[in-house]
C-alpha cells in the first residue's frame, strides 16, 4: 500500500517539529479511531500496551507468547481492515510454534 500523500510527505520530511506536531495528535487519533469501531476501549488499552509494554516484553524475553500474539492482532485488526481468518489462524498454533 502506498499510504496517503501526506503520510509519504511526512516520511521524508526531517523537519522535527513536524514530526512533534503530528505525534502530540497521535493519542487523540486512536480515541478517534476507537470512537468508531466495537470495542474501542480495548483499542486504546492495546494502542497504549503496543508501545509501552510490548517493546519492554520483547527486550525481556526475546519473543512474544501466543497471548501477546492474540493482543497484537486484536490491536492490528481494531486500527485496520478486518480479516476474520486471522485470530484463527493464530488459535491455530501452538506456544511452542509462536514463541519459536
Known amino acids: 500500500r502506498k499510504g ?4 509519504r510527505a511526512l516520511f521524508r ?3 522535527k517539529e513536524r514530526w512533534n506536531s503530528i505525534l502530540e495528535r497521535y493519542e487523540k487519533a486512536v480515541a478517534l479511531r476507537a470512537s468508531s469501531v466495537k470495542n474501542g476501549k480495548d ?3 492495546d494502542d497504549k500496551w503496543w508501545r509501552e509494554e510490548l517493546p519492554k516484553l520483547i527486550k525481556k524475553e526475546g519473543s512474544i ?4 500474539l492474540a493482543r497484537v ?11 476474520p481468518t ?9 506456544e511452542e510454534k509462536v514463541v519459536s
Open 43 to 45: 483499542l486504546v488499552n
Open 13 to 15: 520530511s526531517k523537519d
Open 4 to 7: 496517503t500523500p501526506q503520510a
Open 86 to 94: 486471522l485470530p484463527g489462524l493464530i488459535s491455530r498454533n501452538s
Open 73 to 83: 492482532m486484536r490491536w492490528k485488526l481494531a486500527r485496520g481492515k478486518f480479516r
Open 65 to 68: 507468547d501466543k497471548t501477546a
